[in-house]
């Protein structure tokens, strides 16, 4: 028994993300981290952009300790302080940074709210459709035959419909609400995550080390999610990291539209959704600020992906 | 060749069917559309006449086998409210939409190739890089927020442009269009700059590659060789050599510039079909929505079939590989 736990190390070694052979030191693990952060940080613009990042998530997070006011609660909003410029002060004495909207909200706690959920649905949308994506992957590349082309055609198909009509299809079925949207948005990434994964999966599989696994008679399931998806990650973080942004500007388009996020919790786009109306008359800010938040948000994460994307794959021209 | 083009004919027919089932059974799911027609005070009489008139009264699998045969007729339903076949609105507003999508497609070109030939020219240079970082925002910033900014600058502070609205619409060769007056034109500039901007992105990559390969080849160094200016070097060598891929990629993606133009139209309140789709999903249209549904999967399904035939008539061992599988 103990020789299988050893003979299961040995093939658990090269789970390291794209090996390369010049560098290979005693403690790879370690020291493959190591390197990967240190080069990640190689880039200003990318660091830049995981400070940006990291200050949001915790604005998010704490935002009932951050922002000015609760906008949710309605004894705490004036009608009398509505569409207020930015910089009025408030009846109850708060200065309105960012001005207020048409229930006398003020827009940086509306934001600092909306932030909380844009980043929550983006950041769990990707996770659930990776989780789902992921697997379905490798598991059509490692069943292969039958199974692997019935499971690709049908992600074929799915990628060749533009996400945003799929979700808006899906959405007008559903409903509004938090969890509609995540589930529309989970139905409509995790090809993406099948796609890349699987792709790696194919190369993978023909490694000695998966040959190795299966000559000791693992469960099919250990070598699947224990050998060969670990090894399928590197593309696969750089997909879900871009795919963050990108699942935030769809959720911000879904409720700007009127089938995303309900009235009672607005994400950053239904904040913009409200400020159109006012727009025309040159009232800017209710649109302007919610929208500047998104943008600076997927900037944040498209530096991240990108840098991601250098650093993980060396191989890539630089 | 035979055997794949029916092959593949074949799984185009099947994913039409498929489709038309799941879009057929998921309206079902959305709202009861006699809550939106009959009058709030209607009593249950009136509204079981509403039911029967719409064929809503029927078993479900009665609807589907009707709708199915109506639809192999060309019929897709009259819409509940126009009362009209659903297939003529969408058809009414389609000149708007493909009006929209073409101008867009235009300025998609206009943007992206120079700025791609340029970023390509000098991939290390600073304007290089930061054309490339540009195009990855193209890509990845809401485009209905940047639509709103357009208008915020053009239509409210500058006053320049109108903020949304088609212009007004003259018959040329029996299709109404607003693109031939100085008014409609107006109209048309910052809904199809919205639209443009992602596939501007998309053009800006592709003419970068395509640059920088191009740059590489013998005949752009024979052609320098030989003393032609750099001018038309790169109008006449690179830019005709880049185009190949510029335009397939563009044909590929006007079926998803037509599925854009939904939040463009209703950024824009641009009457296209986008924007009517909008609207069928919020008054519970479903003969409008099916229809629209059912159009936009044959045409996407029509395009994936000419792309998978061309590059099977291209590359034998597409076809090869398919015919055996």
């Known amino acids: 028994m103990a020789d299988y736990v050893r003979a299961d190390e040995v093939a658990i070694a090269p789970e390291i993300p794209e090996p390369l052979p010049a560098t290979v030191s005693s403690d790879r693990g370690e020291s493959l981290l190591r390197r990967h952060i240190d080069e990640f940080l190689k880039s200003p613009g990318a660091v830049a952009g995981l400070t940006v990042l990291?200050?949001?998530?915790?604005?998010?997070?704490f935002a009932p300790a951050i922002a000015p006011q609760n906008p949710y609660d309605l004894s705490k909003l004036d009608i009398m302080d509505n569409v207020l410029k930015p910089g009025e002060r408030l009846g109850s004495g708060i200065t309105a940074?960012?001005?207020?909207?048409?229930?006398?909200?003020?827009?940086l706690s509306a934001i600092i709210y909306g932030l909380r959920i844009s980043l929550a649905v983006g950041a769990i949308s990707v996770v659930i459709a990776c989780a789902i994506g992921a697997s379905v992957g490798v598991?059509?590349?490692?069943?292969?035959?039958?199974?692997?082309s019935v499971v690709m055609r049908i992600v074929d198909l799915q990628l060749s419909f533009p996400a945003i009509l799929v979700a808006l299809v899906l959405l007008a079925v559903f409903g509004r609400g938090v969890d509609k949207v995540v589930i529309a948005l989970v139905i409509v990434q995790w090809a993406y995550y099948a796609r890349t994964v699987r792709g790696s999966a194919l190369v993978e599989k023909r490694r000695e080390y998966i040959e190795a696994a299966r000559c000791l008679a693992l469960p099919k399931s250990?070598?699947?999610?224990?050998?060969?998806l670990p090894n399928c990650l590197p593309p696969l973080i750089v997909v879900a990291t871009v795919q963050v942004a990108h699942a935030i500007a769809l959720e911000s388009t879904l409720s700007f539209l009127g089938v995303g996020v309900p009235v009672t919790e607005p994400s950053l786009g239904m904040l913009i959704a409200h400020g159109y109306n006012y727009l025309l008359s040159g009232k800017y800010w209710i649109s302007t600020f919610p929208g500047v938040a998104l943008v600076i948000a997927i900037v944040a994460i498209n530096l991240v992906g990108d840098r991601l994307r250098d650093v993980l794959n060396p191989r890539l021209a630089r | 060749m035979l055997v794949y083009l029916i092959r593949r004919l074949g799984q185009s027919l099947l994913v039409i069917a498929v489709m038309a089932t799941l879009v057929f059974v998921a309206m079902f799911a959305v709202g009861d559309p006699v809550d939106i027609l009959a009058s709030p005070d209607a009593d249950q009489r009136e509204r079981d006449a509403i039911a029967k008139r719409l064929g809503l009264d029927r078993p479900l699998w009665e609807q589907f086998g009707l709708f199915v045969w109506r639809a192999l007729h060309g019929d897709l339903g009259r819409s509940f409210v126009y009362n009209v076949p659903a297939v003529d609105v969408i058809l009414q507003r389609l000149p708007a939409t493909l009006e929209l999508a073409l101008?867009?497609?235009?300025?998609?070109?206009?943007?992206?190739?120079p700025l791609g030939v340029l970023a390509g020219l000098k991939p290390y240079s600073r304007l290089g890089r930061g054309i490339m970082s540009g195009s990855i925002l193209g890509f990845s910033l809401p485009n209905f927020w940047i639509g709103l900014m357009l208008i915020l600058l053009f239509a409210v502070e500058l006053r320049l442009l109108p903020a949304g609205g088609r212009g007004p619409v003259v018959s040329v060769l029996g299709i109404p269009t607003a693109a031939f007056s100085l008014e409609g034109l107006k109209h048309l500039i910052l809904p199809a700059l919205t639209l443009a901007l992602y596939k501007s992105?998309?053009?800006?990559?592709?003419?970068?590659?395509?640059?920088?390969?191009v740059m590489l080849q013998d005949y752009i160094r024979f052609a320098r060789a030989?003393?032609?200016?750099?001018q038309r070097i790169i109008f006449v060598h690179v830019l005709k050599n880049i185009m190949i891929p510029v335009v397939t990629v563009l044909g590929l993606e006007l079926g998803s510039m037509i599925a854009f133009a939904v939040v463009t139209e209703t950024v824009f309140a641009y009457p296209g079909m986008g924007k009517l789709l909008i609207d069928s999903i919020n008054r519970l249209d479903r003969p409008v929505i099916v229809a629209y549904l059912m159009m936009t999967v044959v045409i996407f399904v029509i395009i994936n079939l000419i792309v998978d035939l061309l590059y099977a008539a291209i590359d034998p061992r597409v076809r090869l590989a398919e015919a055996k599988g």
């Open chain 1, 54 to 61: 990291i200050a949001l998530a915790l604005i998010a997070v």
């Open chain 1, 97 to 107: 940074f960012l001005g207020t909207d048409d229930q006398g909200r003020d827009m």
């Open chain 1, 139 to 148: 598991l059509a590349a490692y069943a292969g035959g039958r199974v692997e």
């Open chain 1, 222 to 228: 250990r070598v699947v999610f224990r050998h060969l």
């Open chain 2, 103 to 113: 101008t867009g497609l235009v300025f998609s070109i206009a943007i992206g190739i």
């Open chain 2, 201 to 213: 992105a998309l053009v800006i990559r592709i003419a970068q590659a395509g640059t920088r390969e």
């Open chain 2, 226 to 230: 030989k003393g032609l200016s750099r």
